[in-house]
């Protein structure tokens, strides 16, 4: 009972000292609050507000009053960067690495805004030079991050797979993609150079890295076929499907024309159909199209292109179907399907686009790397209109 009543007596005490404690806090709070400019509450409103423009004039004033606060010249120099005036930025980080007083710490941030500075103006050699020197410091996984970009914006693929094994070993992500990327635009680069085993040794690299590697499986291809190995060529270009099913059409028509030069067409065109049913796509459907047209004539063409039409319904198929109508209709009808013809074909050229799953970019080409992003492997291998109808 003795104990319990003690108890009861030091809850007022605690709650007391927590009082005290409380306030101690609120007033240095306010303290330091005072001592802050009121240009610096006049910026950040600016900020909130989201007019970054007056927040720079209320930031500059501060530094002229005060040159000596390192953390308003990050703010300011990371202002002027994001509105596009990397000169201004960059003199305001050399001038903060020019203090001989300023703390490590600020030194390294200073360091890594000023490669900021360079990368946003595209002086790659500088921003190299500035990340390199923080590559053994705390900033070391965003500075390695950073000479990566600056490799692949450079085409130096094999510094890039460099920096993105670094990575890789430090912890600072997996990057199998990405390396099996390098190899094989390091590997296409040797082919077109005529090095045909060079670029064999690469690929194998590349799916090393990453095993459904469907660019180095098609690239595999393309060597047997430089090679004068049209059968080796097929047995690479088949295993696509294994990979990514969805990105057979990418092939199709490099396999159609392997089995044309190896004398078997028919076998050609029925695995391609086989393809078609199992993932329907309208680049598939083209090679297919002209394949059965010139195999087994304009009926069995017909038929190809109304099954699909029904099965996937889209302009783009539309626009096939008209192509095919128009061979089998009769005089009095050619001219009326034409009018049609032309309009949706129209219509369809711009619905025949790969789009971007990051960003959203468009194209009428298929690239393994976004132009608009630059991030690896983000274009869903179908166009834009065939994502709508699936979704």
Request: aromatic fraction near 8%; charge should be negative; hydrophobic fraction near 40%.
């Amino acid at each position: 009972m003795e104990f319990e009543t003690w108890w009861l007596l030091g809850i007022p005490v605690f709650f007391g000292l927590g009082w005290i404690a409380a306030r101690v806090d609120i007033n240095q709070l306010i303290s330091e609050s005072r001592s802050l400019p009121r240009g610096y509450f006049k910026g950040l409103n600016f900020l909130l507000n989201e007019q970054p423009d007056k927040a720079i004039d209320a930031f500059i004033e501060i530094v002229k009053l005060d040159p000596e606060t390192a953390e308003l010249h990050f703010a300011l120099g990371n202002l002027f960067r994001r509105r596009g005036e990397t000169e201004r930025a960059i003199r305001v980080h050399q001038n903060l690495l020019a203090r001989p007083d300023l703390e490590q710490e600020h030194r390294l941030h200073a360091q890594y805004e000023l490669g900021q500075d360079y990368l946003k103006a595209g002086l790659l050699d500088r921003a190299e030079e500035s990340f390199n020197l923080l590559v053994n410091t705390p900033y070391g996984a965003q500075a390695g991050r950073a000479l990566l970009e600056i490799y692949q914006r450079e085409k130096e693929w094999e510094r890039a797979i460099e920096a993105a094994q670094v990575l890789q070993e430090t912890g600072a992500g997996a990057r199998p993609k990405e390396i099996a990327q390098f190899y094989c635009e390091l590997a296409q680069d040797a082919l077109v150079d005529g090095h045909p085993d060079m670029a064999m040794t690469l690929l194998k690299k590349a799916l090393d890295n990453d095993r459904n590697s469907v660019r180095a499986t098609m690239l595999l291809g393309d060597v047997h076929l430089v090679q004068n190995d049209p059968e080796a060529a097929i047995v690479a270009w088949r295993r696509v499907e294994q990979q990514s099913v969805l990105h057979v059409a990418l092939v199709a028509q490099r396999l159609m024309d392997a089995y044309r030069a190896v004398g078997r067409p028919h076998e050609g065109v029925n695995l391609l159909r086989s393809y078609l049913n199992e993932a329907s796509s309208i680049d598939l459907l083209e090679v297919v199209f002209k394949a059965v047209l010139e195999l087994d004539g304009v009926e069995s063409t017909n038929q190809l292109v109304s099954d699909e039409l029904r099965r996937t319904p889209t302009l783009l198929g539309l626009d096939k179907l008209l192509e095919a109508r128009l061979m089998i209709a009769p005089p009095e009808m050619h001219s009326e399907l034409s009018v049609v013809k032309n309009l949706v074909h129209g219509y369809t050229q711009k619905l025949a686009r790969y789009q971007c799953s990051h960003c959203g970019f468009k194209a009428r080409l298929f690239y393994w790397q976004c132009p608009g992003c630059s991030r690896w492997e983000t274009y869903p291998p179908r166009r834009t209109e065939e994502l709508n109808v699936m979704n």
